[in-house]
DNA sequence: ACAAAAGTGTTTTTAATACACCCATGA
DNA sequence: TCATGGGTGTATTAAAAACACTTTTGT
């Protein structure tokens, strides 16, 4: 949130729909946000980390900033998907109070730009998140967020599905070695579909940048899997041209 | 451009990259910039369509405001597909000068919602476009612009070029009935490429919203063509969903 | 010996590509 | 009759999809 004191440029902010997966479900990053209504009751709800810019901060940096204050994670995989502007998404009296509350502000009008990001939950620093009263919440349960939030996840999960069909970004959310089955369920969870998995391998496999180690799981009560890893060395090198029409 | 008086939000704007097609050429809107520098010379250049929004404006209003303030036409294909907000967008002296000169106002930070749109060019009214020195640009010949928006029509193109992999828009373009060759240099302006025409029929020739009119091509030095017409209303009842894995 | 997931091949179907000639018209 | 672009078909190759059983481990 804002650091109190800092100039902030109170007309536009971003906002990270932060994606990780844990228990073979794709999670968002929520923060808590507590406050009290008209009629002086305590409640709570959910929004999407995010901030205003500060005077003079380029907009990625400002995603960056958020996505650092949130998770201790630096140089993370994070991409603009769009501008979320409707005069009235600043409409609902709960919010306008919880700006005035955390800016000093009356603002009335917020123009934002809308991020995501892949993160492998394993390598977050808890302490963040229980600062911020963050926690990991499975996409398929999203309970009732501010402003308009909801749609900015929508989007951002539908721009995620057809990126993970054009390039290898899955691997953002696995620890550094996995198992081919890790990955399946994976793209299973994000685009919300089962994949067969001869197939699967076959094609996953074809890609020379997933590269077989020697390990192996251990204690497990079955064939033991190959760990692998994407080397993004030869995934850079190879990276395909294709025209690729479909209609 | 602003319309004096109006009450306008001097902190985000709109800029539109406004795609047409003639003598099979891909095109951009371009507008004509005049301008005193430093040493007392009048000069020009070029910058895109755009303005800043007004208090309350929703940004794909603001667009198609703007759109229709250049060309006449209302209910235009138009999507949102990045935001620029580099800090440094806004740091040559020229552009400093020019939006003072413009909005009477000391601008240094200015973030914008860059929208493409796809344009008929012959249904364009030509009045709105003197009254705005705009004029068509072959894409390849781009000259000088304004700003950070060489940038921005480079990015528009880019994601013009993949959603013409995956969405019929090219029609947009084109006037209501067109023959199959048009489409085909269409996609060629667009794509940069060339392509065979045996396999561009067969291919587009499938999709069942591109229906065959009884009209043919008359006074033409060869054997007639065909006229086509797309039909907007199959297009949305067929549309495909495909997993469609490319990597 | 059983449960649980790993790992493997073949066939069928579909889409992409490459390629060359005759047709209808106006000049 | 010639120049111009319209329009057509087939064979090859590549990718996607469908489908079932054996292997290895821990309990």
Redo the contacts with the bound molecule.
């Keep these: 949130m804002s650091i109190p004191g800092r100039n902030i440029n109170p007309t536009i902010s971003v906002d990270c729909v932060i994606f990780g997966f844990s228990t073979n479900q794709l999670k968002v990053l929520l923060i808590e946000r507590s406050f009290t209504d008209r009629s002086g009751i305590e409640s709570k709800d959910y929004k999407l980390p995010g901030d205003f810019i500060s005077i003079n901060e380029d907009l990625d940096l400002a995603a960056s900033r958020t996505l650092e204050e949130m998770t201790g994670l630096r140089d993370i995989f994070l991409c603009q998907f769009a501008v979320f502007g409707k005069p009235d998404r600043i409409s609902n009296p709960v919010d306008m109070e919880w700006l005035l509350e955390t800016t000093g502000l009356e603002i009335q009008r917020v123009v934002t730009a809308a991020y995501y990001s892949l993160i492998n939950i394993g390598e977050t620093n808890t302490d963040f998140a229980i600062k911020n009263s963050a926690s990991w919440i499975d996409v398929k349960q999203i309970p009732k967020l501010a402003f308009d939030h909801a749609d900015i996840i929508e989007q951002g999960l539908i721009r995620l599905q057809l990126s993970l069909r054009s390039e290898p970004i899955g691997f953002e959310m696995l620890p550094e070695k996995f ?3 890790d990955l399946q369920i994976l793209y299973e969870a994000i685009l919300d579909c089962t994949l ?4 699967f ?3 996953i496999l074809k890609s020379s940048y997933l590269v077989q180690l020697d390990e ?1 799981q ?9 760990y692998y890893r994407f080397d993004r060395y030869i995934y850079e090198k190879h990276k395909k041209e294709s ?1 690729g ?2 209609f």
């Design positions: 198992t081919i089955r067969d998995n001869r197939n391998r076959k094609k192996k251990t204690g497990v009560a079955h064939k033991p899997a190959h025209l029409f479909n």
